[in-house]
T-cell receptor, first 114, second 111 residues
Framework: ETGVTQSPTHLIKTRGQQVTLRCSSQ?????VSWYQQALGQGPQFIFQ???????GRGNFPPRFSGLQFPNYSSELNVNALELDDSALYLC?????????????FGSGTQLSVL | SQQGEEDPQALSIQEGENATMNCSYK?????LQWYRQNSGRGLVHLIL?????REKHSGRLRVTLDTSKKSSSLLITASRAADTASYFC???????????FGTGTRLKVLA
């Protein structure tokens, strides 16, 4: 158990819709990053938030956006869903001090776009 | 793609044997980590090696890093059926906040 929780665990949407995924960080962690993992592939970095500001972004279009709240929980929003957005979405939190590079992952949200 | 490349893609061994998986990358790094993923769900941190380190041990795990060749290897000794999982190398690119995942090695340990 990492202490990172994601909701929902599964979600089915149709093309063109919008979706919001949620992540609660481990206690004491102020950094959250999000990843997209297509079936059979490694996770792809979407973006990272530190103290409510985005401080890093991967090669994802602007319809992928996020928020981090004062309690360091986070949301990933995806607009205008496409079939290729079907994937496992993972969030990870990391600590403010000590082993700051070590990522603690949630169990993910499986998104299916029909 | 900026992904690290791992080989082999899949590995099947008998319980008690050693498993070695390799990771090659193209960018300069601050550190390299290895993670394990069971059944396509959350990943679990195994070990971290910094760019100024060459080898690190943790229990049955041994990691090496060669920054001149931009490669790393993970050795799992005396494997167990419970080690069956996918293993990913993860790079922290120098000067960025990006984490770059490898393509993964699917390890199957047969009892």
């Amino acid at each position: 158990e990492t202490g990172v929780t994601q909701s929902p665990t599964h979600l089915i949407k149709t093309r063109g819709q919008q979706v919001t995924l949620r992540c609660s960080s481990q206690s004491g962690h102020n950094t959250v990053s999000w990843y997209q993992q297509a079936l059979g592939q490694g996770p792809q970095f979407i973006f990272q938030y530190y103290r409510e500001e985005e401080n890093g972004r991967g090669n994802f279009p602007p319809r992928f956006s996020g928020l981090q709240f004062p309690n360091y929980s986070s949301e990933l929003n995806v607009n205008a869903l496409e079939l290729d957005d079907s994937a496992l979405y993972l969030c990870a939190s990391s600590a403010a001090t000590g082993e700051v590079e070590k990522l603690f992952f949630g169990s993910g949200t499986q998104l299916s776009v029909l | 793609s900026q992904q690290g490349e791992e080989d082999p893609q899949a590995l099947s061994i008998q319980e008690g044997e050693n498993a070695t998986m390799n990771c090659s990358y193209k960018t300069s790094i601050n550190n390299l980590q290895w993670y394990r993923q069971n059944s396509g769900r959350g990943l679990v941190h195994l070990i971290l090696i910094r760019s100024n380190e060459r080898e690190k041990h943790s229990g049955r795990l041994r990691v090496t890093l060669d920054t001149s060749k931009k490669s790393s290897s993970l050795l799992i000794t005396a494997s167990r059926a419970a080690d069956t999982a996918s293993y990913f190398c993860v790079l922290k690119a120098k000067g960025t906040y990006k984490y770059i995942f490898g393509t993964g090695t699917r390890l199957k340990v047969l009892a």
